[in-house]
């Protein structure tokens, strides 16, 4: 079988929840190489674009009332969408430290990966 073709299937065979935790862990690689010294503006911008991007769609899913989250933790996490899509917004034009993005995407990555290892014990 090729690359491709197991990768197609892979990527059928995974839940929403392993989707989100992939993509939010491409674009936090993205924006700690584009944080490092010596990083080009285009990465930066990049990786910024995808982070706002990202967070728009999860909160738009957050917002949708057939997410099944409790309102307590789609108001924290929309809140925190909120602030990610500001603060890649300003460091745009900026030269903001990343790494605040890349912790919150971090601590957002450990807590899906806790919930997606407590529903499989």
């Given amino acids: 079988m090729s690359y491709n073709a197991y990768a197609t299937l892979q990527k059928a065979a995974e839940s929403p929840r392993d989707l989100e935790i992939r993509a939010i862990s491409f674009v936090t690689r993205q924006l700690t190489d584009a944080n490092a010294a010596g990083a080009d503006s285009m ?3 990049r990786a910024l674009n995808n982070n ?3 967070w728009s769609l999860l909160v738009q899913d957050l917002s949708n009332p057939d997410n099944g989250l409790p309102e ?3 108001g924290r996490y929309i ?3 909120l602030f990610a899509r500001r603060f890649s917004l300003k460091a745009l034009t900026d030269a ?7 912790r919150l995407n971090s601590d957002v990555l450990e807590a899906l ?3 997606r290892q407590a529903l499989a014990a």
Wanted: avoid cysteine.
């Fill in 43 to 45: 990465s930066r911008i």
């Fill in 79 to 81: 809140s925190l969408g």
């Fill in 113 to 115: 990966d806790y919930q």
């Fill in 52 to 54: 706002m991007r990202m």
């Fill in 96 to 102: 903001s430290d990343l790494g605040v993005l890349i």
């Fill in 72 to 74: 307590a933790i789609k």
